[in-house]
């Protein structure tokens, strides 16, 4: 993982389109999208009415700032984006999300992504692994000092998406089986039980899982079960965690710590099968939120808190699972054999502790190293001034269950105090410097165990000698010659060090660029030299500088053992700023003896420059060197370390100083009357104080942007070794009250070593020149006859050769000259035979040039004046003036001037933020000092020029007799004016020629083209900024806020502003995007300052078309990028205005135009009321918000609805988004209406005819034919204006799209003024005609007769069953009503029957 800052970020989603969201079959949902990052959430607008299937197109930036980040809260912070369904104000459902880790997205280029498919998913077990719709986004998060990507740019040629699901989205889904054994040597949380209920939890991608609660037995915890859950890949997060928890019946359960996996290592098998894992957390006993960290995040962890047995398999299975199971019973028996102490392996451990320094306080402590459950600890024998002599070893061989190098714990080193572990530092024993034989001596620097908060600052932590050696199984075995060896460390039962006594001078030479300290942007610096033998060594205090010199020498007691250099203490330089009452610590330089090149008795030291730490990062170094004695040197007899007489020359310093620009008032007061004052003596060595005094500018009116038009020259020795030069300080003060007031404004620094390497370099790159256009002049020969052309024909080859060259040297030459027509292309234009309309061609790239203007159809584009065209102009995706192989260096010097401080905050101030060295911090630009700036030596000036002079002199007469040798050559006539060019551009009459310009004003008009802005940093709460334009030069300001464009941050301005300035003078020109507010004052979103007087002395005047530039915009209480504008500029002479092009930039405007759609018919609808029938209607729109509908066919019983409604859409041309939405419903009225399907139409092409060619379009068969070749969504019977579209929906029982029929349409687009000449009315009202709407057939028409109206109700099916209903009831009841009389009937037969028989009887 790369290195991340600390600062302020900002996190800048870009919702483009979602597509094939998962919808309930026969429904429709309401998606936004959801942007979280920690408590902070941001949303999108609602989208309406959406069925399944479609492609909902959001375009909408939402934008999170993230203040104050620590780099460890960077690593650990994630991105969660969810798709909702919002079906009301307070009930939401999530229909998919997906989770990035910020940093996954920080250490892509450019920290992006863009026009990016992603898929989305579901934290719940049984729909993770599915995939629940898709969404395409631009991603980016911008750090501290980052330059922000834009977002919302052109896709590439051939990468525009359809609806078929685009080939990057397709995601593979891997099925992990994460089997969690066992654990050993977990931490007694229960202190009255000494024991520990211990679980573990799986956090990975929004998952929860954990083990069952078993107790700690014997050091030994048995779960033996599996984590299954799918893995998404690519995966956007790059850990996994595994915490571990204590289980409390009383009290909430207690985090102790937790383990990382990493997600890639697991997704391509590289973990061992089987093996152990080391739970990580914080000291045991402690609380608070550094502590929490601790625990929840293993690499800020200071304690090994056990290990853990983990088996991980990873297999790629589309249908994954998500459960807790019991791990197998073979697991479980390799979870037993992992347990045997039979099958350890051996280990030996070689550790000694000889010393620490710089410790926290002058007191006794102790040193423990742990390794896993292995200690060793030593205590103090012998202490002194923060130091603490322990000289004690050990050796160990022990048994490890680990099986491999990556399974080792981290060894952690303690500084104890007591039973607290103040101090610690993470070893990893698989490195080589632990692994080596004949290891040397380790100085180990410390850092304050935050958990435990006795030791608050870094530098207090100590650093601990110690040499450590690890030996693994595989280690060679130790020879016995070797073992013998004199300088075989591990030897002897103790360390064997010859420690004896020698003296070390210390030179201390000078400091730059040291962190302010104080309010106004300075340092009262001092540096401490520590010493282990005594008190700590102060040098003097060097007020008010950033860049202190001292030139002392300072003697310290050293010992160590001169055999091994590693065992000499570090040479540990504080560098402190002096208050009245207390001191600031600004960082220190840790120095090994070994590091640097030690001047031995009194012989030469030489100087190096060592970077100055604090925190997480550098600032400032010292210049030292230190000589070695044996004995105590006479320090009369110690040579100075202040350069000789011979080693300094005199330096000729000229400064001409344009002015200052751009500066912000300490107080409430404005700034009046502002001047520099040059600290010259801060330049001078000890020795040479009073021989210079300071130099101050007169105060001058100007206010903010004061020009100050003055040369300041001075000579000062320096050095011969541009090293050892320092900085000039330098500080700004306004002039108030007639002087009585006097504020500071701001500090800043000169660097004359870079000004003189500069110029050095700029000499010797223009003697080059020189020297290659010598060699291209003797390259040109007399022309030869062709007859010898022909015979010499491998000389011609070789001169060819030659001309190669000396095109490539005329190329370099003329580089200040460079062609930018190229920076502005004409549109081009045929007439399409088929189609009648002018077609453009011949379209540069749309990511290398922007689109300015319009051509309108009535102008004769032959003879239209170039500005007045459509062009392409080039665009750089910069600030211009970073672009110095187009507009050259600028002449002058602009140092930034600070006020505030990064060190000495103890608490935030207003304006504070955290800088890159995790530092409170206050300071700030307060504005720009301009200047040129030469520093020359006066002999080695003359010999430069002496050399030129000589050069161009030869040059003149070779040229000048070539041009009489050879009057008719080309390259000859070439010579003359390329030859005058290099004479104008030598160097030192560069300076001079601007040095006269500038000395005079001149009045120039400003004319500045503003085209967008982008990516513009929210303001309004729960909405897009409401964006205007300020620009601002000098006095003039001119606001575009009656302008303001609502909800956008991607405005589009295409204005153009005239300013009037002077050259040089109050030149800056400012950019500024508000945020305008109804009621409240209105906000600043972002500025950009644009330096004129860079440009107007500079290679950019003589462009003749200037490329469009993307300006980063900045807020002044944030690092963190705004936003972007685009624009361009032009400057000219005031009185050449007229001469000027004044280019028409806007774009053609937007036009009304009117889209009538006629739904005339359905067919092959489905039916979905258990009737048999649908009650269809049509829902169509362009803007979701803008929806009509059709009216309602009732009783549809075979698919085909008969509609004939019109549909009259007014349309705004352009739209970014082009997509005709055709849905088909079922109306209910008890329930809501069920979705049956839509389709989806992109019209682009034809509104994009009807606007560019200002005309009607009629989308018929023909049309469709010359368009829309190759669509398969359209299809046209024998009716040329009429086209069925295809439905697709939802099956309800399968769950796949499907096509659920069609829908018959006709549609055309008109002018506004064509529609008002010709209105029609929405669905069959008048006016209508062309074409006339009849009333739709096959509606439900009343009748009297029951089996009529029955028939029109219900389908046949349902009223085929109806139809058997009845005659079923009907047979039932005529059933019912025979069935008595014939029981009655049969009774009565049988009964007659009976009585002859009985009468026959009585009559016998």
């Not at 004359?752 to 020297?771: P, V």
């Not at 018919?1161 to 729109?1181: A, H």
């Not at 009297?1344 to 009841?1373: D, S």
Request: glycine residues 6%; proline residues 5%; contains cysteine.
């Amino acid at each position: 993982m790369g290195k991340v800052k600390a600062g302020d970020y900002m996190v800048h989603l870009f919702v483009e389109q979602a597509l094939k969201l998962r919808v309930p079959a026969e429904d429709t949902i309401d998606p936004m999208v959801e942007l979280t990052i920690g408590p902070t959430s941001k949303y999108t607008r609602t989208q309406e009415g959406i069925g399944a299937g479609a492609r909902i197109n959001f375009s909408e930036h939402l934008f999170i700032e993230l203040k104050g980040m620590t780099s460890e809260k960077v690593r650990n912070t994630q991105i969660q984006i969810k798709v909702k369904d919002k079906k009301s104000l307070f009930r939401t459902s999530t229909l998919g999300e997906a989770i990035f880790d910020l940093t996954h997205i920080y250490f892509k280029e450019e920290h992006c992504m863009r026009h990016t498919w992603i898929a989305l998913t579901k934290s719940t077990p049984e729909d993770f692994a599915k995939r629940h719709g898709f969404l395409k986004i631009g991603l980016c998060v911008i750090g501290p000092d980052d330059e922000g990507a834009e977002l919302d740019t052109p896709e590439p040629e051939g990468q525009e998406d359809t609806l078929i699901v685009p080939p990057q989205i397709v995601i593979k889904y891997k099925q992990v089986k994460l089997r969690i054994l066992r654990a050993r040597n977990l931490p007694k949380m229960d202190s009255f039980m000494g024991t520990c209920d211990a679980y573990m939890k799986l956090d990975f991608m929004n998952m929860k899982m954990q083990t069952k609660v078993i107790k700690m037995d014997n050091k030994l915890v048995i779960w033996n079960q599996s984590f299954w859950f799918p893995m998404r890949i690519p995966c956007a997060s790059e850990k996994l965690y595994l915490r571990a928890y204590d289980w409390d019946r009383a009290t909430s359960d207690e985090l102790f710590g937790s383990i990382a996996l990493d997600v890639t290592k697991i997704a391509k098998g590289k973990y061992p099968n089987t093996f152990w894992a080391h739970i990580y957390g914080a000291p045991q006993g402690y609380s608070g939120n550094v502590t929490a960290k601790m625990n929840n995040f293993p690499a800020m962890a200071s304690h090994w808190k056990g290990r853990v047995l983990l088996q991980i398999e990873a297999e790629t299975n589309e249908e994954s699972k998500m459960e807790v199971k019991g791990a197998e019973e073979e697991y479980c028996t390799i979870g037993k054999q992992w347990d045997d102490e039979t099958l350890f392996q051996q280990y030996s451990i070689y550790f000694d502790i000889i010393q620490g320094v710089a410790l926290p306080d002058d007191c006794d402590y102790s040193v423990v190293l742990s390794f896993g459950d292995i200690e060793f600890k030593a205590d103090c024998l012998k202490r002194g001034n923060r130091y603490n002599l322990f000289k004690k070893r050990f050796k160990k061989d022990v048994k490890l269950p680990y099986k491999s190098m990556e399974e080792l714990p981290w060894a952690f080193l303690y500084l104890m105090d007591g039973s607290d572990p103040v101090c610690y530092a993470k070893l990893d024993l698989r490195e080589q410097r632990f692994r080596e034989d004949f290891s040397s001596f380790q100085w180990i620097e410390l850092v304050p165990n935050r958990s435990v908060s006795k030791v608050d600052k870094d530098y207090k932590a100590g650093i601990l000698q110690i040499r450590l050696q690890f030996k693994t199984p595989d280690h060679p075995e130790m020879a016995m010659e070797d073992v013998a060896r004199p300088d075989y460390p591990w030897k002897y039962d103790k360390p064997k060090l010859k420690f004896e006594q020698y003296h070390l001078l210390v030179n201390i030479y000078q400091c730059k660029d040291l962190p302010p300290a104080d309010n106004d942007g300075a340092t009262d610096g001092f540096i401490k030299i520590y010493n282990i033998y005594g008190d700590d060594i102060k040098t003097k205090v060097a007020e008010d500088t950033l860049n202190p010199i001292f030139y002392e020498q300072h003697l310290l007691t050293f010992v160590f053992d001169m055999e091994d250099e590693e065992s000499a203490p570090p040479i540990i330089l504080e560098v402190w700023d002096k208050d009245l009452l207390t001191s600031d610590f600004l960082g220190r330089a840790v120095v090994k003896i070994s590091n640097v090149e030690l001047g031995v008795n009194y012989g030469h030291a030489k100087p190096s420059w060592q970077k100055i730490k604090i925190g997480e990062g550098y600032e400032g170094e010292i210049l030292v060197s230190f000589n070695l004695f044996e004995s105590k040197p006479d320090l009369g007899q110690i040579l100075s370390i202040e350069p000789r007489d011979d080693e300094i020359k005199d330096f000729q310093i000229e400064m001409n100083i344009l002015g200052l620009r751009g500066l912000k008032p300490s107080g409430l007061l404005p700034i009046r009357k502002p001047y520099c004052k040059f600290n010259l003596k801060s330049l001078l060595l000890p020795s040479q104080q009073g021989k210079l005094e300071n130099i101050k500018t007169e105060p001058v009116p100007g206010g903010k942007n004061a020009t100050i038009n003055t040369v300041v020259k001075f000579t000062i020795k320096l050095p011969i070794n541009m090293t050892m030069w320092p900085n000039l300080q330098s500080m700004v003060f306004d002039n108030l009250f007639l002087g009585f007031s006097q504020p500071v404004i701001g500090t800043f620094v000169l660097h004359l070593a870079k000004y003189r390497r500069t110029i050095l370099e700029q000499r010797k790159a223009y003697i080059e020149k020189l020297k290659k256009f010598e060699e291209q002049v003797h390259a040109i020969k007399e022309e030869e006859s062709e007859e010898e052309e022909d015979i010499e024909g491998e000389e011609e080859e070789e001169d060819e050769e030659e001309k190669e060259e000396i095109e490539k040297m005329k190329k370099e030459q003329e580089e200040d000259d460079a062609d930018t027509s190229g920076f502005v292309k004409l549109a081009k234009y045929v007439m399409d035979p088929k189609l009648k309309i002018r077609k453009e061609v011949d379209i540069p790239d749309l990511t290398k040039f922007s689109e300015v203007g319009y051509d309108p159809l009535d102008v004769d584009l032959d003879s239209c004046p170039i500005h007045k065209r459509k062009h392409y102009r080039l665009i750089i995706n910069d600030e211009l003036e970073h672009q110095t192989h187009l507009v050259g260096i600028s002449p002058f010097q602009n140092v930034p001037i600070y006020r505030g401080q990064t060190r000495g905050l103890s608490k935030p101030s207003f304006g504070s933020k955290i800088d890159s060295t995790g530092q409170k911090s206050s300071k700030k630009n307060v504005g720009e000092f301009k200047c040129m700036i030469q520093v020359n030596q006066k002999e080695a000036l003359k010999k430069y020029q002496a050399d030129v002079a000589k050069r161009l002199h030869n040059l003149e007469n070779i040229v000048v007799q070539k041009e009489k040798d050879m009057p008719d050559n080309t390259e000859v006539k070439e010579l003359r004016t390329n030859f005058e060019k290099l004479k104008w551009h030598e160097v030192e009459k560069s300076y001079e020629r601007i040095s006269k310009v500038v000395i005079r004003q001149e009045k120039v008009m400003v004319r500045v083209y503003v085209i967008e802005a982008t990516g513009l940093m929210a303001r309004d709460e729960g909405s897009e900024s409401d964006p205007y334009l300020i620009v601002k030069m000098g006095k003039q300001k001119i606001s575009e806020r009656e302008n303001h464009q609502y909800n956008n941050s991607n405005p589009k301005f295409y204005k153009l502003f005239d300013l009037e300035g002077h050259m040089p003078g109050n030149s800056n020109l400012v950019i500024e995007l508000m945020d305008w507010d109804k009621h409240f004052g209105d906000d600043l979103i972002g500025r950009t300052s644009i330096s004129l007087e860079d440009r107007w002395f500079s290679r950019w005047r003589k462009m003749e078309n200037k490329p469009i530039e993307v300006r980063s915009l900045y807020h002044p209480n944030s690092s963190v990028e705004q936003g972007k504008v685009k624009l361009w500029i032009d400057i000219v002479a005031l009185d050449e205005r007229d001469q000027c092009r004044k280019w028409e930039i806007a774009p053609q405007p937007p036009a009304e135009y009117e889209m009538r759609l006629i739904v005339w018919n359905t067919k092959n609808i489905p039916t979905l009321d258990i009737e048999g029938t649908s009650d269809i209607f049509i829902r169509c729109y362009l803007d979701n918000n803008h929806a009509q509908e059709t009216d309602t066919h009732y009783r549809c019983q075979t698919g085909a609805g008969s509609f004939n409604w019109r549909m009259v859409f007014p349309v705004k041309l352009p739209r970014k988004y082009n997509d005709l939405v055709i849905q088909v419903y079922d109306k209910d009225i008890l329930s809501g209406d069920d979705f049956i399907g839509q389709a989806t139409l992109d019209i682009t092409k034809l509104l994009k005819d009807a606007f560019q060619n200002l005309r009607n379009v009629k989308w018929n068969k023909k049309y469709h034919g010359l368009m829309f070749e190759g669509s398969d969504m359209v299809e046209f019977s024998d009716e040329e204006d009429k086209f069925w579209v295809k439905i697709f929906g939802k099956d309800p029982e399968s769950g796949e799209m499907k096509e659920q029929g069609s829908v018959q349409l006709s549609c055309e687009i008109l002018k506004k003024d064509a529609a008002e000449r010709n209105p029609v009315g929405k669905g069959r009202e008048e006016p209508n005609h062309d074409p006339h709407l009849p009333a739709p057939l096959g509606r439900i028409q009343f009748s009297l007769n029951p089996f009529t109206m029955i028939a029109q109700l219900v389908g046949p099916e349902f009223r085929t069953k109806m139809y058997l209903i009845c005659c079923m009831v009907y047979i039932i009841i005529i059933i019912a009503a025979v069935i008595p009389f014939m029981v009655s009937t049969a009774w009565t037969n049988i009964v007659f029957a009976f009585i002859p028989f009985v009468q026959e009887e009585v009559n016998i």
